[in-house]
Nanobody
């Protein structure tokens, strides 16, 4: 069992930065891949970034490549999403999710545990 709690969302102007955190509980967290997803107003949930269990492999959606960085600290059971050069289209609720297969390339349906989300709003 893994529980996830996101934090770090807020309101920021376009061009600004935010750092999202995902705090995990559960003894086997280090075996799980973690992904960050977002759901904008009127949009479907989309995968933004993901990181393998070891941190050695990452995935980024084309829309965030070069602007977002995902990282993890298994000792502290934390995963981070550093978001730079934010755009209004980055607005949405951001969720972290954990997948037991450990790969950074899981599909959305392969994630086993989800957090409650944190709101990010980017003003123009």
């Amino acid at each position: 069992q893994v529980q996830l709690v996101e934090s770090g969302g807020g309101l920021v102007q376009a061009g600004g930065s935010l750092r999202l955190s995902c705090a995990a509980s559960g003894r086997t967290f280090s075996n799980y891949a973690v992904g960050w997803f977002r759901q904008g107003p009127g949009k479907e949930r989309e995968r933004v970034a993901a990181i393998s269990w070891s941190g050695g492999s990452t995935y980024y959606a084309d829309s965030v490549k070069g602007r977002f960085t995902i990282s993890r600290n298994n000792a502290n059971k934390m995963v981070y999403l550093q978001m730079n050069s934010l755009k209004p289209e980055d607005t949405g609720v951001y969720y972290c999710a954990a997948g037991s297969s450990g790969s950074a390339y899981l599909g959305t349906a392969d994630y086993d545990y989800w957090g409650q989300g944190t709101q990010v709003a980017v003003s123009s």
